[in-house]
């Protein structure tokens, strides 16, 4: 379900804005499509195009009001994923009424046939079908194309909440409002989730020779980059897996999530550094940063539940200082008492 949308002032606008003031404008109502526009009212035709890129992602959204209609393919190498966000009544996509929320999937190089009335809006991204299976994976989720069923609108709407999340949002681009680069993320996620699958296990029984190389990836990994920033993505990406199997990879083989397996190293490398001699000038805050824990309040519950004292006590012991005095800097020292 999509997250309730907080507009923040401080946002940076991650979207370009056209307004349209010809129906030659809607040759790219999909960027770079190349449509063929038709102006099917003789009312003025006004409205506004939206752009934004997100790692490849290309989002391109509408806002119309007059009556046209475009054809012609979507992206010659991409597929792309669209929704009309809000369709006036008299709207058709391959001379089939389309309604609100509705979902439609274009290959690379399909017709797109759609007719839009006066109010409508619409949202689209276009990825390659490698990054489109990519990203699935990351939810756990299967998005082929047998999957997706060729160039077509899918039965399913998407829900109303939903829908109305992403009409919200697209509104405020439309206005001129600054939206960050998530709304394309997020939107790319709503349609995995609603178009993608669980993959099919053919054999349930887990493959234990698999997780355990999984396993010595994911460790040269994260002992490779410890004192780093490390996201599961980054795991994922290092061990040419899912998220799904990483996750059973490490239940399986180290009764562990990732996660928790880099949080325990890491606490393992503070202790070492809090009980040498060499890092006596330092304080628990700088040690901790050092190995990526800025929490202090949480460190030392961590701390205390893995090796059974709290950070301040493995450092009196490193240096001789008694019960009281661990709860006080070493002399000379800036050594601060743990959180």
Known sequence: MVDPIIYSTRTKMAFQQITIERIEDLSDAVRDANLEPTQLSTAPLSGSLAFGELDGIICSSGSLNGRVALRGPLSCDMVSLGAGLRLMPGCWQWLSEAETGGVGVFNAADEHDALYAPGSLYAVVALTEERLEEEAAKHGLVLDKKILGGSRVHSRKFPQCIQQAFAHRFDLIHAGRPVGSEAIRDLLSAFIDHLGRPPIDHNPRPNRNQYIRIIHRARNY????????????????????????????????????????????????IRQDLASHAEKACTITIIANQWGISELGRLAGWYRELFGERPSETLANAHGLSGNDSERPLPHTNLAKDA
């Not at 795991?235 to 949080?263: C, G, H």
Request: charged residues 25%; without cysteine; proline residues 4%.
């Open 222 to 269: 994260i002992h490779d980059h410890l004192s780093e920033p490390i996201s599961l993505d980054a795991i994922v990406a290092a061990t040419y897996t899912s998220r799904r199997t990483l996750y059973r990879a490490f239940a399986e083989i180290l009764d562990d999530t990732p996660q928790t397996y880099v949080r325990r190293l890491r606490l393992h490398r």
